[in-house]
């Protein structure tokens, strides 16, 4: 998520915060190079607005409704890469965003609460050859139920619960081979019970016990 779009965003009203008149508005860069467009209707931005980068290319544009968001906003990196999609005006007030790399390929894949700007829903991320990096849920912008994570070729990483926004329960953790390495229980974001370490090959190296984060026993092959 990039929190600088929301800045955008949060400086606009400041802007508007203060007398404009209604009409077309501009504003440029100090070196004369526009900065942003739109209109201005009962002292509410509204319409088509756009915004630029020194540079002079689009850095975003999208449609305001009495000084509201609404609808599809598109988001460009300074080269004219697409960067990022967000839609604005489900019922529910839940959103899904979209962003990608600068050589296009998909980078998140969200949902969010447009009141609270919290992500709340499901998460995808994505390396930039295309290969999903890491999925699971959000709640009020904090992990939360089954995640997984993958390696920059596609195979799984290392997968299990959040609860809270800390580790708790059952994780895995696998070589870049596919092989386990380790497996073993969290609680509240502490080693707790019996963890296994295997080899590449796939076998059986140490055990390990915890309590409270402590190791209580232990056994190694």
């Known amino acids: 998520m990039k929190n600088y779009k929301i800045l955008i965003v949060l400086f606009l009203s400041l802007l508007f915060s203060q007398d404009v008149e209604d009409g077309p508005f501009k504003s440029y860069y100090p070196n004369g190079q526009l900065e942003m467009e739109g209109v201005v209707k009962n002292g ?31 988001f460009y990196y300074p080269n004219g890469q697409l960067e990022g999609e967000e ?6 007030g839940t959103e899904t965003w979209k962003y990608y790399h600068q050589n296009g390929q998909l980078s998140e894949v969200f ?15 994505y390396f930039e050859n295309g290969q999903l990096e890491k999925e699971g849920i959000f709640k009020n912008d904090i992990e939360d139920g089954l995640w997984k994570y993958y390696y920059p070729n596609g195979q799984l ?42 080899s590449k090959n796939g076998e059986l190296e140490g055990e390990e016990t915890f309590e409270n984060g402590k190791v209580v026993g232990y056994k190694f092959y």
Do not use: A, P
């Open 157 to 198: 990483e290392s997968e299990g619960t959040w609860k809270d926004g800390k580790n708790d329960g059952l994780w895995k953790y696998y070589y870049e081979n596919g092989k386990l390495d380790m497996v073993g229980t969290w609680k509240n974001d502490i080693e707790d019970g019996l963890w296994k370490y295997f």
């Open 44 to 74: 509410y931005q509204h319409d088509l607005w756009k915004t630029y980068y020194e540079n002079g290319q689009l850095d975003s544009e999208g449609f305001y409704y009495w000084g509201r968001q609404i609808n599809l906003w598109t």
């Open 87 to 92: 839609y604005y005006g489900s019922r529910d």
């Open 111 to 125: 949902k969010i609460t447009i009141n609270t700007q919290q992500l709340n829903g499901s998460y995808k991320s």
